[in-house]
């Protein structure tokens, strides 16, 4: 048996959930999958999976198994991967997956990236919204707020600000807005990123606190669109702060109430796992990271 071939099968069933996601993922056969799994079990004599026709859970002895296993295959690959810098370029494709105003960020600085690595290459699946990464084939991808799904290994990024910002060429209402409760009644254009309830919450650096539910007139999954509306004059807007700054300082978008500030939310770069990510993955991560350091906000 080759019980670093098991284990590896092991985590990413134990990530995924499912033995065809593994078999999708990997190239290789589900039987093999399968295979792989039961020689495991074989060989600790034990039991990983609870398996039913509808459901797969991993049970107590597979969840006291998993972190070593985590362990053992990380430091086999940091060694992989120490040794693999040394004798080889980085190559191949990265398929990241990222917000539509992060994503067009990216792409500006993109070129830097390619030319220090001609044998890397990169594609984007831009989306303002949550998808499966095993199910997309995703190397990496960008997450804006808390992340609740367990089987995801996360780096945080840093912090993304929102700014209240309106067209100064269409609407005169900027002068009459001095607190968030001003925002009654006036139209209001609301990115819709991750569902739910859309209130803006927003607090003071005296500590005060104020929660108003926008009149919006127009809503968009897309920051691009909400952008759009915002400087076609359909409305304020709340919308990242990296996204729209460069578009204050020209004067083309006024911030209004700028004392006034929304919680920031948290970016995370996320991936299925192994912890030890491949060369070429490894690099475009440190790419984020960087990007990240000169587009956000210090929280």
């Not at 911030?255 to 995370?268: A, G, N, S, T």
Request: aromatic residues 6%; contains cysteine; glycine residues 8%.
């Amino acid at each position: 048996m080759d019980l670093l071939s098991a284990l590896h099968s092991f985590v990413r069933v134990a990530a995924t959930g499912s033995f065809s996601a593994v078999s999708r993922e990997t190239g290789a056969s589900q039987p093999t999958i399968s295979r792989h799994i039961a020689l495991l079990e074989a060989h600790y004599g034990t039991t990983l999976f609870a398996r039913t026709t509808r459901s797969l859970m991993m049970t107590e002895d597979g969840r006291s198994l998993l972190p070593h296993a985590y362990e053992l295959l990380e430091i086999l690959e940091t060694a992989e991967t120490v040794l693999g810098r040394r004798r080889a370029s980085v190559s191949g494709l990265v398929r990241l997956g990222v917000t539509t105003a992060f994503g067009l960020c990216l792409t500006n600085r993109i070129k830097d990236l390619l030319g220090k690595h001609p044998d890397l290459s990169v594609e984007l699946i831009m989306r303002d919204g949550f998808g499966d990464l095993v199910e997309e084939g995703l190397d990496l991808a960008i997450r804006v707020g808390e992340i609740a799904e367990g089987s995801l290994i996360a780096r945080k990024l840093g912090a993304v600000h929102r700014s209240l910002v309106i067209s100064p060429r269409h609407f005169t209402a900027k002068s009459s807005l001095k607190h968030p409760n001003d925002l009654t009644g006036e139209p209001c254009v609301v990115f819709t990123y991750g569902g739910g309830r859309q209130d803006w919450h927003f607090f003071n650096p005296e500590g005060e606190e104020s929660v108003v539910a926008p009149a919006a007139v127009f809503r968009a999954n897309s920051s691009e669109a909400a952008l759009h509306a915002v400087q076609a004059g359909v409305g304020v807007g709340l919308l990242p702060e990296f996204q729209v700054r460069h578009l204050i300082e020209s004067g083309e978008l006024a911030e209004v109430i700028p004392d006034w500030k929304v919680p920031p939310m948290p970016l995370y770069a996320v991936h299925t796992g192994p912890r030890t990510l491949p060369l070429r993955t490894r690099t475009v991560l440190d790419f984020l990271i960087e990007i990240s350091s000169d587009v956000l906000t210090p929280t």
